[in-house]
């Protein structure tokens, strides 16, 4: 079994910061890509951030030079550091990756269960 396990979500005042985690475990042979979603009540869920296996990072407009995603290949983790953090941020967030299991000779998307981010004053 794979699973992905987000942490780091929390309430925080606007203008704060907060460091999102995410950690794949499991029969994990490789991974590729890692990105992160949210999703605000009403709305479609949306990318955020991702990053692929080399390092190459793209954003959504709306959290450019805000936020910054980063991955650890060794540790299987992948992070999304959000500064200057806005109420139309709140959303609950969710980690996603492109992950080839050991029994399986393709990848296919995993998602965690997801951690809330609330921005309030």
């Known amino acids: 079994q794979v699973q992905l396990v987000e942490s780091g979500g929390g309430l925080v005042q606007p203008g704060g910061s907060l460091r999102l985690s995410c950690a794949a475990s499991?029969?994990?042979?490789?991974?590729?890509?890692m990105a992160w979603y949210r999703q605000a009540p009403g709305k479609e869920r949306e990318l955020v951030a991702g990053?692929?296996?080399?390092?190459?990072?793209n954003y959504a407009d709306s959290v450019k030079g805000r936020f910054t995603i980063s991955r650890d290949n060794a540790k299987n983790m992948v992070y999304l550091q959000m500064n200057s953090l806005k109420p139309e941020d709140t959303a609950l967030y969710y980690c996603?990756?492109?992950?080839?299991?050991?029994?399986?000779?393709?990848?296919?998307?995993?998602w965690g269960q997801g951690t809330q981010v609330t921005v309030s004053s």
């Open positions: 990053i692929n296996s080399g390092g190459t990072t």
């Open positions: 499991g029969r994990i042979s490789s991974i590729n890509a």
């Open positions: 996603n990756a492109d992950i080839r299991p050991y029994y399986s000779a393709r990848y296919r998307p995993y």
